[in-house]
């Protein structure tokens, strides 16, 4: 029987399930995944027979059959970190904001910056903020206080008129639209995985159908690294009915020769 060697490359995508057919409805790529491994596991009991003195093994029972997956994502996008943390990915429309309520703080005694967030991020540089303290008087931009217009924050400085610091005020500005993730919206993820790789020995297309993943949430969000950041992602291939009524019900693979 000849050898078949396997070093495999390719892509992984990913997609809902509809409830009723178990069928995906839209495969997205997840993008570069260095990583991506299926292990499966057994419990069993085992009997010994109390005839020969060797107490030999004599019946094996297969107890439960586990399927679990694992792999490493390299593209941080909104929607692998909503796979990654049970969130939901939106995109925040840009719009103007006015009378949002602001507290500032006075400067350090070295006068390190107190910076207080806004409720939004992305703001529109060319299109002035306008700050009033807790008497309604208007505070000059670069003299009263500053503003971060990408981070959203605003901090007095020390050249501040208004009310005495800690002073709650209002202000008003324009932001961008930007992408949001809020995470742990969900209680569980469950998706259709889709495979579609090429054994780089032979040329062959290697194509995998996991039909029901579910997702642990990550263990950890790189956020500060020396080299790439990678999100780590487990889980385990739960029995699917639905897609198994003519083979497996837990994943299928499928080759296709070089041409």
Do not use: C
């Amino acid at each position: 029987m000849a050898n078949y060697y396997y070093s495999g490359q390719g892509s992984l995508y990913v997609g809902e399930r509809n409830p009723t057919t178990g069928r995906p409805t839209g495969l997205i790529p997840v993008g570069n995944v260095p990583t991506l491994e299926l292990s499966i596991e057994i419990e069993k009991f085992e009997h010994k027979e109390s005839e020969s003195g060797s107490r030999s093994i004599d019946l094996t029972i297969i107890q439960e059959q586990n399927a679990t997956f694992n792999m490493v994502l390299e593209s941080l996008t909104p929607a692998n970190l909503a796979l990654a943390f049970y969130g939901t990915e939106s995109v925040v429309v840009g719009a103007a904001v006015t009378g949002e309520a602001v507290t500032l703080y006075a400067p350090l005694a070295d006068g390190t910056p107190v910076k207080t967030p806004l409720a939004h991020v992305n703001l529109n540089a060319t299109i002035p903020s306008v700050l009033a303290d807790s008497a309604a008087a208007p505070m000059v931009i670069g003299t009263d206080y500053q503003i971060d217009y990408r981070n959203g924050t605003v901090w007095a400085l020390p050249g501040w008129s208004g009310e005495t610091l800690p002073d709650t005020g209002v202000i008003g500005y324009t932001h961008l639209g930007y992408p949001k993730l809020a995470a742990f919206t969900e209680t569980q993820v469950e998706r259709y995985l889709r495979f579609e790789g090429i054994n780089t020995v032979n040329g062959d297309r290697v194509v995998l159908d996991l039909f029901r993943a579910s997702f642990d949430p990550a263990q950890t969000l790189p956020l500060i690294n020396e080299e790439l950041a990678q999100l780590t992602l487990t889980g385990n291939l739960l029995r699917d009915t639905l897609n198994g009524t003519s083979g497996s019900e837990f994943f299928i693979e499928r080759r296709a020769a070089a041409a």
